[in-house]
């Protein structure tokens, strides 16, 4: 019965379908409208004309002359970047295993209600409420070592005699910057697992504990298992963050010292602003975004 | 449509890199109108805002028209002007580094002015160090709009007190290394008095501070064309030895090293520092009380040249008020606002035959850094900014390697710098 009434009306949908469907279908289309301007102006169309200024020698005023792909051919002779793609990459592991282990062991630090925990999520919370370039102009000024207070007061409690290079040398630059990169946001990774947390079911630990489970069998058997979607999401978040990381250097240590903090996005910037070679400068991000999109859904495939 | 489009590619750039600008400053263009004033739009950066400020308050109180103001820091001038040309978005008028003015200029941001330039009384009056690098094709586009030289400053009070005779400053980089070592030697125990410094992490700095030792020597930091550098050659690297005894020898100031350039010229009105380079515009706004000797930067063995910076002034290309524009910035280099406003502030003066007037002469340190307009040199490289004021470009890494690194790495960055020179 369902069958034969069901081929007709398929039939006729394909064909012509009721006056209320197509009201319900123009209906829809009115909904995702706005959604799909916004994605069409601010996003498809700016792609593809980047891309578009890739393939051309695209001067500040003036006409664009097309030459592709000398844009993209010229990129392995940029002094700047293989160093680059190193660092951003080194930074991108260093950030992300740090900034995982940190938000993790906050996020099960103020997990269950009990008193005081409200002040403490604020408390950890707080940092992500700064705007990323004042804190990293917050930290210059904290480190700095004509005016900076930090070191001053280690020099007063003892703990060191001559004042630390924070931004001095590379390797103290680079976990400086990550220091940053962690006070600033280590508590919103911490609000994101927090909510995938407070999903899992707590009679799934109560039939765990009632197995036997001890404490670690729980997180490894259990936490972890069902955390996994969150913090893939995480993951990505920090992966793609950190790729794209401009803000914290560009202030705190202008790249340096010697180049060795500059990252990809950096690279993007000197190109376009300093040299201004529009046209290479495009040509770079348009590969950062292939690689970028390329690795989201190589981490999307494997933590599914 | 097409420039609609460039437009828009360009946001997505700016999107795609993520820049940190911060919200622009505004490069709006109000259309003329039939009878009414005209504000427009001025930007200028941090370094020269004081001389800006003193001329745009004088003609605004003066005229009908108004001139609209925007300050921007230094090292973030370049890359607004950049973001604000490819959006199309300059303001009418804009100052900038006199170094960086042949590339805006064969990148078409300024108007040609020849013309107009060209009617005014004192054209050949000046400052031609200026006029040369405004000059494309034989076409003029920018008028001189600060002066800004590099000299010798020396704590007159800290010489005292380190034994060194207050009224005699240093009159070659020997007897400048000398002098700042015993400083050091005398006074640098707490820690809190240092020799000398120098901006180590900061390319424009460098430039701005050695490279007059190696003209007063004799020597040359690139080519006429500004496409060959020479900064592996003996001038230069007698020069880097000097100093980087100085940093050896730990008589500059611990953070030198570190110094990306904002903060540079903050020390030496501190009292913390016996004798370093610095920018001449410093020296009205030194603490009115400390007593100064200026002298100018020698080469090892003496000789006397200075690094003739500063800002051109010029009317955007896609200003919309060229009238207006350039009634305020022809006023800016007449005789009113040279000697009132300019002079008055012992500022260096865009015009040479105004060098000597009523307020010059009150201070002969004035009289002094006006004469050295003649002697310095400004370099000319249509790729100056990306080679050697970019953190990121050759020059920083050779400059540093030298003083404080690896010297026998020079030759090889040099080639770098050469390269940078040539990019098309």
Known sequence: MSLTLGKPRGRAAHSAPPVRWRGRRVQGWLYAMPTAVIVAVLFIAPLILVVWMSLNKWPLLGQATFNAPGNYAKIPSNPLFYDAVLFTLKYTAITTVLLSAVALGLALLVQERRPGVGFFRTAFFLPGAVGFAAAALLFYGMLNNDFGPIDPMLRAIGVIDEPIKWIGTPNMALFSTIALVLWRFAGFNMLILLTGLQAIPTEVYEAARSDGANRWQVFTKITLPLLRPTLALMLILSVTGSLLAFDQFFIFTNGGPDNSTTTMVMVVYRDAFFRFDLGGAAALSVVLLVALVGLNTLMMRRLR | ?424
Request: with cysteine; aromatic share 8%; proline share 6%.
């Open chain 2, 1 to 424: 449509m097409r420039r609609r489009l460039a437009g828009i590619a360009f946001l997505g750039l700016l999107a795609l890199t993520a820049a940190a600008c911060g919200s622009g400053g505004g490069g709006s263009q109000q259309q003329p109108t039939a009878a009414g004033p005209v504000t427009i739009t001025m930007w200028t950066r941090a370094a020269t805002q004081a001389q800006s400020e003193r001329l745009v308050k004088a003609y605004n109180s003066s005229h009908k028209n108004q001139v609209k103001l925007t300050v921007i820091p230094t090292d973030n001038y370049q890359p607004r002007i950049a973001a604000a040309a490819g959006a199309k978005q300059l303001p009418d008028v804009f100052a900038a580094d006199v170094i960086f003015v042949p590339n805006y200029t064969s990148q078409g941001l300024f108007m040609d002015l020849t013309d107009r330039i060209n009617a005014l009384p004192f054209k050949d009056k000046l400052a031609p160090s200026h006029m040369k690098l405004g000059t494309l094709d034989s076409k003029l586009y920018t008028l001189p709009h600060t002066l800004d030289l590099s000299v010798w400053f020396w704590n007159k009070d800290l010489y005292t007190k380190a034994g060194l005779d207050p009224e005699k400053g240093p009159k070659s980089l020997k007897e400048f290394a000398e002098q700042a070592t015993a400083v050091q030697d005398k006074l640098g125990k707490d820690g809190k008095v240092h020799g000398t410094f120098f901006g180590g992490n900061c390319g424009g700095c460098y430039v701005f501070t050695f490279w007059p030792s190696v003209w007063a020597a004799g020597g040359q930091v690139m080519n006429p064309e500004g496409t060959t550098s020479l900064n592996d050659q003996k001038a230069m690297n007698d020069v880097f030895a000097i100093w980087r005894g100085l940093y050896d020898k730990k008589v500059t100031g611990p953070t030198a090293k570190e110094e990306q350039g904002p903060t540079w010229t903050g020390f030496f009105p501190k009292g913390e520092i016996g004798v370093m380079p610095m920018p001449s515009t410093t020296l009205g706004t030194m603490p009115p009380d400390m007593k100064i000797g200026v002298t100018p930067i020698a080469g090892p063995d003496g000789g006397e040249s200075t690094f003739v910076g500063g800002d051109s002034i010029g009317v955007s290309s896609t200003s919309k008020n060229a009238d207006a524009a350039w009634d305020f910035i022809s006023w800016t280099v007449g005789d009113d606002a040279q000697v009132e406003v300019m002079a008055k502030n012992k500022d260096v003066l865009a015009r040479t035959d105004l060098a000597s007037n009523k307020y010059s002469a009150e201070d002969p340190r004035v009289v002094l850094i006006n004469s050295l307009v003649a002697k310095g040199q400004t370099p000319y490289a249509l790729r100056f900014g990306q080679t050697f004021n970019d953190p990121q470009g050759p020059w920083l890494r050779l400059a540093r390697e030298a003083v404080f690194g690896d010297a026998a790495k020079v030759p090889q960055l040099n080639a770098e710098v050469t390269k940078s020179l040539q990019q098309q």
